[in-house]
Nanobody
Framework: QVQLVESGGGLVQPGGSLRLSCAAS????????MGWFRQAPGKEREFVAA????????DYADSVKGRFTISRDHFRNTVSLQMNSLKPEDTAVYYC?????????????????WGQGTQVTVSS
């Protein structure tokens, strides 16, 4: 079973950038597809980005395409989310998640391991 710990959140001005990292431990990281989700106050958790276990394929929510980039490093057992051109509507708690089935998915229910979340606030 993989365990996940996010870091890198914080306060940033509109138009700024942040890089979130997710450190994974456990033997199944290399066989898991990984995703990032976010949840704003009063809203449901929503898909942000996902990357296949081989890192060949990625998927993004329409709202972040062209601004966010997901990547993974099998040597360091990490998955990252580079966020550029941030907007106030990107403000949320961001969660890293693992899909042990290994395939790319944007569905919340497909992910079976979750991190504790990291707060991202975009405000001037």
């Amino acid at each position: 079973q993989v365990q996940l710990v996010e870091s890198g959140g914080g306060l940033v001005q509109p138009g700024g950038s942040l890089r979130l990292s997710c450190a994974a431990s456990g033997r199944t990281f290399s066989t898991s597809a990984m995703g990032w989700f976010r949840q704003a106050p009063g809203k449901e958790r929503e898909f942000v980005a996902a990357i296949s276990r081989t890192a060949i394929s990625t998927d993004y929510a329409d709202s972040v395409k062209g601004r966010f980039t997901i990547s993974r490093d099998h040597f360091r057992n990490t998955v990252s989310l580079q966020m550029n051109s941030l907007k106030p509507e990107d403000t949320a708690v961001y969660y890293c998640a693992a899909n042990g089935r290994g395939y790319l998915s944007s569905l919340y229910a497909e992910y079976d391991v979750w991190g504790q979340g990291t707060q991202v606030t975009v405000s001037s």
